[in-house]
C-alpha cells in the first residue's frame, strides 16, 4: 500500500465518522437496560444456587464490555456530536467499567498515536519486547517479562491491577482537570459499591459483580491484546512507521458470530477504528463494507485468535510475532553467535 492510497484510505472513511444521536440514544437503552435486569437475575439465581447465578453474570459481562465500548468512543468524542455530552456521558460510563474518563483517554489517544511504533511504545499498550531487547535483556527483565506474558496473569491477574487498582490513581503529570475526573470517578464508585452492599448484603454484592468483573476484564484484555498479537502484525522504527499502515497492517479484523460481535460493539472491526477513531462504533462494520482496500486486512477468528497465546516476541528480522520457544530458531537465523550464547 503506497502513501498516496493510505491517504485515499482515509478519505474514504471520512463519510462515516458522523454520529447519529438516534443511534447512540438507542445504544444507551440496549445495553444499560439488559445488564441491570440481568444483573438482579443474577442476584436472585444466588438464592437456588451460584451455579445458576452463573448463567446471567455471564451474560451480564457481556453487556458490561459493551458498556465500555460506549466509553471508549466517548474517549474518542465520536459517540455524540457534542463534547460536554461525550465527557458526561463517558464518565458515567467509565464509574460502571472502574474507568476514569480523561485518565483513559489520555493513555488511549497515545496508543493510537504511536501503535506498531518501535520507539514510542510503553503507554496505552501491551508490553512487548522484540527478540533483540529479549536476548540482551539482565535476568531479572527476561523473568519479569514472561510473568507478565503468562496468559493467566496477564488474563486473570490483569484485570484485577489495570480496573480495580492501577485505575484508581492518577498518572504522573495529569493536569488538575483529569485528576479532579479520577477523583469523581472513584467517589461514585464508592458510593454506588456502599449502597449495593446495603441493598443486597456485600456477599452477594461480591459474587454477582466479582463473577461479571473478572468475565468482562478477562474478555476485555484479550481483545486488545489479539487485535494487536497476530503473527504478521505490524512494528516499525519510528523513520519508517506511517500511521495508516499501522491501522490496516497492525490492527485485526476480529471476525466474530454476530452475538459475540453485539456485546463487543463491533470492536472486531479494530483496522477501522484505528484508520479513524471518529467512526462511533455502530458504524465500524458498514465502514468496512463499503471500503473496497479494506477486503484485504489481516482477518482472525475465534478459532485462529487462540494462536496468538503463543506469540510474546516480536522479531524484527523477519517481521512476525514469534513464542519464546522460538528464539533458538530466530537467532540462528538473524543474531550474531555471540548473542545467542547468552540464551
Known amino acids: 500500500m503506497t502513501i498516496q492510497n493510505t491517504k485515499n484510505l482515509r478519505k474514504q472513511i471520512a463519510p462515516f465518522e458522523q454520529s447519529t444521536t438516534k443511534e447512540s440514544i438507542w445504544q444507551i437503552i440496549n445495553t444499560i ?41 466517548c474517549t474518542h468524542h465520536s459517540f455524540f456530536k457534542n463534547r460536554r455530552v461525550n465527557r458526561m456521558v463517558g464518565t458515567c460510563m467509565g464509574v460502571l467499567t472502574l474507568f476514569p474518563f480523561d485518565q483513559w483517554g489520555h493513555e488511549h489517544s497515545v496508543h493510537h498515536a504511536t501503535s506498531g511504533n518501535l520507539d514510542k511504545r510503553g503507554t496505552g499498550d501491551i508490553w512487548t519486547l ?18 507478565y506474558r503468562n496468559p493467566f496473569v496477564m488474563f486473570g491477574l490483569g484485570p484485577i491491577y489495570v480496573f480495580l487498582l492501577k ?6 503529570g495529569a493536569r488538575k482537570k483529569e485528576k479532579m475526573n479520577t477523583y469523581l470517578t472513584n467517589a461514585i ?5 456502599a449502597l449495593l452492599c446495603l441493598a443486597v448484603g456485600w456477599q452477594s454484592f461480591l459474587l454477582v459483580q466479582g463473577t461479571i468483573f473478572m468475565v468482562s ?26 500511521y495508516v499502515l499501522a ?10 458470530p454476530k452475538l459475540m460481535q453485539f456485546l463487543t460493539g463491533n470492536i472486531g472491526y479494530h483496522h477501522v477504528h484505528h484508520l479513524s477513531p471518529r467512526v462511533p462504533n455502530y458504524k465500524l462494520e458498514i465502514a468496512h463494507n463499503n471500503t473496497q482496500p479494506l477486503e484485504n486486512v489481516p482477518t482472525i477468528t475465534l478459532a485462529t485468535s487462540l494462536q496468538s497465546l503463543r506469540f510474546r516476541l516480536w522479531d524484527e528480522e523477519n517481521k512476525n510475532f514469534v513464542s519464546f520457544k522460538d528464539i533458538k530458531y530466530v537467532t540462528k537465523k538473524s543474531v550474531p553467535v555471540q548473542v545467542k550464547s547468552e540464551l
Open 167 to 172: 485505575n484508581r490513581f492518577n498518572r504522573k
Open 189 to 193: 464508585i464508592a458510593v454506588l459499591v
Open 217 to 242: 476484564g478477562s474478555v476485555g484484555i484479550w481483545l486488545f491484546y489479539v487485535q494487536h498479537t497476530f503473527e504478521d502484525s505490524y512494528f516499525e522504527e519510528n523513520e519508517e512507521w506511517e
Open 247 to 256: 491501522a490496516v497492517e497492525g490492527s485485526s479484523f476480529y471476525k466474530l
Open 33 to 73: 437496560g439488559p445488564f441491570v435486569i440481568l444483573w438482579y437475575l443474577a442476584y436472585i439465581s444466588l438464592s437456588v444456587s451460584y451455579w445458576l447465578a452463573l448463567v446471567p453474570a455471564i451474560l451480564a459481562a457481556g453487556f458490561l464490555t459493551r458498556i465500555f465500548i460506549i466509553f471508549h468512543d
Open 130 to 147: 522484540t527478540v533483540n531487547e529479549y536476548l540482551a535483556a539482565p535476568l531479572r527483565l527476561r523473568l519479569a517479562y514472561r510473568f
